[in-house]
């Protein structure tokens, strides 16, 4: 067993899991396996119950939004799998940084990338956004045809016609615009 974009493992309870808890929530959930080794080798936890406790407070105490998770503490093998849901709140911050998987580490997304899980939180995508600067409309294109072609009334139809729409790709240039 190996690490993936989804499963970390960490021997011990250190902080350092609050940043994948951040990466798994902002994006596809994940398991954190507590008391495996890097390697996948299974070493176990001394007391249960106090590193639950102690993983349910650091998170709760340093992940903003709270994020959706599930502790499960394994008795037979003495670890621990912290199974961490994908958020609706996005982003989810640790120390006011939202992270990310990127294949088994756990690193700080880009502005852009931020900008979209604010967006992405709010259910809002970047092509959904108004656009201030530009009118993006079809009067341009009823005004070139008008122009070169002489049409008054602009339809579907019209580009059909002209062979200015093509069903499989789109628009095209056949009328030379």
């Not at 960490?10 to 350092?16: A, C, F």
């Not at 507590?34 to 996948?40: A, E, Q, R, T």
């Not at 709270?66 to 394994?74: A, G, I, R, T």
């Amino acid at each position: 067993m190996r690490e993936t974009r989804n499963l970390e493992f960490k021997e011990t309870i250190t902080s350092t899991f609050l940043k994948t808890v951040s990466a798994f929530s902002n994006y596809d959930g994940g398991t954190i396996l507590f008391g495996v080794d890097d390697d996948g080798n299974i070493k176990g936890l001394s007391d249960l119950i106090k590193s639950c406790l102690d993983i349910e407070n650091k998170i709760n105490d340093t992940i903003s939004p709270q994020p959706d998770y599930v502790l499960e503490p394994n008795e037979v093998n003495k670890t621990i799998k912290l199974i961490v849901k994908s958020g609706l709140q996005k982003p989810y911050l640790y120390k006011s940084k939202a992270y990310k998987r990127n294949d088994s580490a756990t690193i700080e997304v880009d502005t852009l990338e931020f900008s979209r899980l604010v967006l992405e939180g709010k259910n809002i995508s970047f092509e959904e956004l108004p656009c201030k600067d530009q009118n993006l409309t079809f009067h341009f294109l009823e005004e070139q045809l008008e122009k070169s072609i002489q049409i008054n009334s602009f339809t579907l139809d019209t580009l059909k016609t002209l062979n200015l729409y093509d069903n499989n790709n789109g628009y095209n240039n056949a009328a030379g615009l």
